[in-house]
């Protein structure tokens, strides 16, 4: 289990402006706009409260706070709570909490405690960094051949990949897949009507999804130049020298964007 550390959240304020405004530019709609449209539901003035966890791994710098930022920035009201575990969600509910957000070493939750509505960062992860692909106007591709606009390339598909895969397929993508586990591709291709990406005959791809915990995952013969990347995997998928070489347009953000996703996921139908 890949966890988070400090490092990786200490560029996440800027990060997440910079992926807001790119996703706009992208889809036509913000993160906010874009994430009650996926989910159908509104944010009715819930307080979100965030409860820090020092179950296994423990604390992690950064990320209560992370969190706080990521709901404020957006205009929602939410606290972290001064006591951890137990005590924090006595703490959090008294206090008037509508939604609680906390994560151990394997499960980041936002559980509606109003409408019993629960939501899981790896899921709602996928959904939202695929979604951005599904949802890139066809304008920002000038002069691409319009068989490729459909098509994406999703590379590792565990938890967050898989549902990524799944709503890809929902929303009528023609996906190729890769995974560097050969028995995770064998079931994939088996279970999906996907493709099985191959190394040994590349192709290009416009559009691709990653979520490996791996670095440098993106081939030069897997980018057509000015591709859209959209990747949650953390470290980064691709370098500056490729992403620059190719013109492709990166949304990756290590927290706030899967985060938004829960929230709408856990909020009332609009
Ligand atoms: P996971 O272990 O469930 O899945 C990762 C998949 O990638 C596996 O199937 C693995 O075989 C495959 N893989 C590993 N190395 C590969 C490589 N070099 N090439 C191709 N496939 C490879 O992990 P997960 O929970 O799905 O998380 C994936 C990544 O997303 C992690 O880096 C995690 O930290 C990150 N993550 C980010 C956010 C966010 O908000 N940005 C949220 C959740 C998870
Ligand atoms: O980073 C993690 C795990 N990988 C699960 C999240 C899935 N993307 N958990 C964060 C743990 C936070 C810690 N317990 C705290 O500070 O409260």
Request: net charge negative.
């Amino acid at each position: 289990m890949a966890l988070l550390t400090p490092d990786d959240l200490k560029n996440m304020k800027n990060a997440l402006v910079r992926n807001d405004r790119l996703i706009e530019k992208l889809t036509g709609t913000d993160l906010k706009t874009m994430c009650a449209d996926i989910y159908g539901t509104a944010w009715r003035h819930e307080k979100i409260g965030i409860i820090p966890i020092t179950a296994g791994g423990g604390i992690i710098g950064r990320f209560s706070e992370s969190l706080l930022h990521t709901i404020r920035h957006f205009g929602m009201e939410g606290f972290i709570t001064e006591k951890t575990d137990v005590a924090g969600y006595y703490e959090a509910v008294t206090a008037g909490a509508d939604i609680i957000l906390m994560a151990d070493d394997y499960t980041f939750a936002a559980h509606n405690i109003r409408n019993g509505k629960i939501a899981h960062n790896q899921i709602c992860t996928g959904i939202v960094y695929s979604e951005v692909l599904v949802r890139t106007r066809d304008e920002f591709f000038k002069g691409a051949d319009s068989g490729s606009l459909n098509r994406v390339l999703a590379i590792g598909i565990g938890k967050v990949g898989r549902p990524a895969l799944e709503n890809l397929i929902a929303r009528g993508c023609d996906v190729c897949v890769y995974d560097a586990d050969p028995a995770v591709l064998d079931r994939i291709v088996e279970e999906f009507d996907v493709r099985r990406y191959d190394p040994e005959k590349p192709q290009s791809f416009l559009k691709i999804f990653e979520a490996t915990p791996c670095a440098d995952t993106i081939r030069e013969e897997m980018l057509i130049p000015g591709a859209v990347l959209s990747t949650p995997g953390i470290p980064c998928a691709i370098g500056k020298e490729k992403r620059v070489k190719y013109n492709v347009t990166t949304v990756q953000e290590p927290l706030g964007i899967g985060t938004m996703s829960m929230l709408y996921q856990v909020f009332d139908k609009a």
